[in-house]
T-cell receptor, first 109, second 115 residues
């Protein structure tokens, strides 16, 4: 079966750095996405990785290792507004997104 | 604003009612999706339309019936629902195929409660 694993919840301090991990086992791979979802709102696109390595976009970076079935989302200089759920999703061989259950990130002052 | 709108935002319906959810995308995308999101569970893909053709139906009960009259509009018709169908229903769109960016843009969702 297809599976995406990510931690259920993480806590970090304002101004710090946090890394949210995602491991996947899917039938085929055509890219990995990270989305942010604030409570009561729709998911919004953060990043897309299809080749191994690090993609940096401002305070957010995303890393992919296809051989390990592993990705992480790195958030730097955390702000209170970063409190949200972070969803990892993999595009499988049918080009459909398989979603993780999300990691709820709690930022403390 | 993501360019994808959904109505209504909230819906309470009895098990014998019939209602419809509406989604409209203003992004010129060629694919649209219905997802179900329940608490602490992954997003569940329900239906996919590519170029107005339904390409995916993930074993969704027949009490959910999609309709895609054109590439900008998507409906989800609901009838004789069960309490376990209470969830957030999200619509999304993306540009697929050559030159597509593939990321999905989501609407704000319809919070459905079945009583």
């Amino acid at each position: 079966g297809q599976n995406i694993d990510q931690p259920t919840e993480m806590t970090a301090t304002e101004g710090a750095i946090v890394q949210i991990n995602c491991t996947y086992q899917t039938s085929g791979f055509n890219g990995l996405f990270w989305y942010q979802q604030h409570a009561g709102e729709a998911p919004t696109f953060l990043s897309y990785n299809v080749l191994d390595g690090l993609e940096e976009k401002g305070r957010f970076s995303s890393f992919l290792s296809r051989s390990k079935g592993y990705s992480y989302l790195l958030l730097k200089e955390l702000q209170m507004k970063d409190s949200a759920s972070y969803l990892c999703a993999v595009r499988d061989s049918n080009y459909q997104l398989i979603w993780g259950a999300g990691t709820k990130l709690i930022i403390k002052p | 604003e993501t360019g994808v709108t959904q109505t209504p935002r909230h819906l309470v319906m009895g098990m014998t009612n019939k209602k419809s959810l509406k989604c409209e995308q203003h992004l010129g995308h060629n694919a649209m999706y219905w997802y179900k999101q329940s608490a602490k569970k992954p997003l569940e893909l329900m239906f996919v339309y590519n170029f107005k053709e339904q390409t995916e139906n993930n074993s969704v009960p027949s009490r959910f019936s999609p309709e895609c009259p054109n590439s900008s509009h998507l409906f989800l018709h609901l009838h004789t629902l069960q309490p376990e169908d209470s969830a957030l229903y999200l619509c999304a769109s993306s540009q697929e195929g050559a030159g597509g960016s593939y990321e999905q843009y989501f609407g704000p969702g319809t919070r459905l409660t079945v009583t």
